[in-house]
């Protein structure tokens, strides 16, 4: 864990003052941690006790003199690769889940992008709220990761589920999730994405409802655990993308065909959610069709290159292979025959009967295929989330 930076969030609650130990195992690792807390937290723990281990001034005003920055909660989630809060008050999980920033320590989750951990502590009875498991569900598939609290004995003097879990258990899942990125640190992947448009003539084309969406976010998420990601991309309306990301934007099947052939064998891993188009115009016309010329339109059409396909027929023992599948009906037969045919690792399926899967939308609903025979269902989640559970898939593989 050597130089990996880490926000340590602590609310209000009795557990607090087991952070310290939290603090103690994350240094000692070769990690630095900066803290953030609410007022209440340091009723259970002192300012200076959290300074002295964490060799940093903690945060906990957000209009104090002592900030070294005026938006100190941009700044120091700027810093951070991951935000951890332990423990998590019934109160900071539902104001996060709801959007709520009103103080340093709900402004700066607000503010994180990067991965997020909740160990949650409460009364048995609060842990069981409809509204608290209603925003712990919310959050989870934000793909934030929530460390169940355990059963036993709480400092309310009831016995339940509610007690934060023990530091060392926490440091292994901030340990655990580190391993799984720096396994991808450096490795070359190359990420297609969006539609292509296939010209009819100047002003034509034919092309489908891909956003790009999901390709994006699965460059994103490669690029953010520090692999060195290419995006080829056909014409999308502009995304944000991670800086790190090379973006090489293309318009046809042809052009995405080239660049992806052309770059594959410098590649350790190539993942393809493009939805290139499977029929183009044999002849695009040099200028504007007119009505007057054309009565009833007919259009010839020859099939493209399937880009996959020639990428599994190229690939080397050492490069990983992921392409999508995206299905109406019979979606794991065809799905798996797909997976065989075009020689890959793995597949990702959706299916259009899934509401809230596939096109047009910010959620998907995956399947995941390999070729040892594994079949992985996931839930319905953001596309950001999915992103996380691919890249996640691909580096098990790899190990
Ligand atoms: N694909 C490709 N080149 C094509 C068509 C598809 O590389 N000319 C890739 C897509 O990027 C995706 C996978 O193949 O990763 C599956 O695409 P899909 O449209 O689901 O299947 P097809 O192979 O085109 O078969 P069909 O349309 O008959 O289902």
Redo the contacts with the bound molecule.
Sequence with gaps: MEGKKVILGISGGIAAYKSASLIRLLRKAGAEVRVVTTRNALEFITRITLETLSQQKVYCEVFDNENDYTSEHISLTDWGDIFVVAPATANIISKYACGIADDALSTSLMAFNKKIFLAPAMNYKMYDNFALQQNLHTLKKQDVLVIEPPEGFLACGYEGKGRMEEPENIFRFIEDFFKRSNSLTGKKVLV?AGPTHEKIDPVRYISNHSSGMMGFEIASEFAGRNADVTLITGPVSAFWTHPGIKRINVVS?KQMYDSCIDLFPGFDIAV???????YTPEKAAGSKIKKEEEKNMVLKLKP??????EMGKRKKDNQLLA?????TENELE?AKK?LQK?KLDMIIVNSLKDKGAGFKTKTNKITILDNNQQVKRYDLKSKKAAAVDIVNYISKLLD
């Excluded at 493209?304 to 396909?309: E, F, G, R, S």
């Excluded at 392409?323 to 299905?327: D, I, Q």
Aim: proline share 0%; aromatic share 4%; no cysteine.
């Design positions: 297609t099947a393809m959610a493009a939805a290139v188009a499977d493209t290159k399937d880009i996959l396909a392409g999508f599948a995206l299905e065809n797909k075009k």
